[in-house]
């Protein structure tokens, strides 16, 4: 059985030979949810991180000072030319 017809199969949920409209959308919609479950897990993960590099002082607790350490590095990352302002002029090969 090849992969087109596993994927009809899949999509017969009563088995009887046919794929009604809700078959169709609710394998879709499965599917979907279990992206963006996948995504939302990605993402949870990466805020975990991020809380990690920021905490410098690793004492579990993000301070003011380590908020504001945060976005002074990024902007300086972004402002390649140095000029104080992130604008088209700074290269985005950089980023």
């Given at each position: 059985?090849?992969?087109?017809?596993?994927?009809?199969?899949?999509?017969?949920?009563?088995?009887?030979?046919?794929?009604?409209a809700?078959?169709?959308?609710?394998?879709?919609?499965?599917?979907l949810?279990?992206?963006?479950?996948?995504?939302?897990?990605?993402q949870?993960?990466?805020?975990?991180?991020?809380?990690t590099?920021?905490?410098?002082?690793?004492d579990?607790?993000?301070?003011?000072?380590?908020?504001?350490?945060?976005?002074?590095?990024?902007?300086?990352?972004?402002?390649?030319?140095?000029?104080?302002?992130?604008?088209?002029?700074?290269?985005?090969?950089?980023?």
């Amino acid at each position: 059985m090849g992969e087109r017809e596993d994927g009809y199969r899949r999509r017969d949920a009563n088995g009887d030979g046919q794929v009604h409209a809700e078959e169709y959308v609710s394998e879709y919609e499965v599917r979907l949810l279990k992206q963006m479950e996948d995504q939302r897990t990605r993402q949870i993960d990466q805020a975990d991180f991020r809380f990690t590099v920021l905490d410098k002082n690793e004492d579990g607790n993000l301070s003011l000072d380590e908020f504001h350490a945060s976005g002074s590095r990024m902007f300086s990352a972004l402002d390649t030319n140095e000029d104080g302002i992130v604008d088209e002029l700074d290269d985005a090969e950089n980023y």
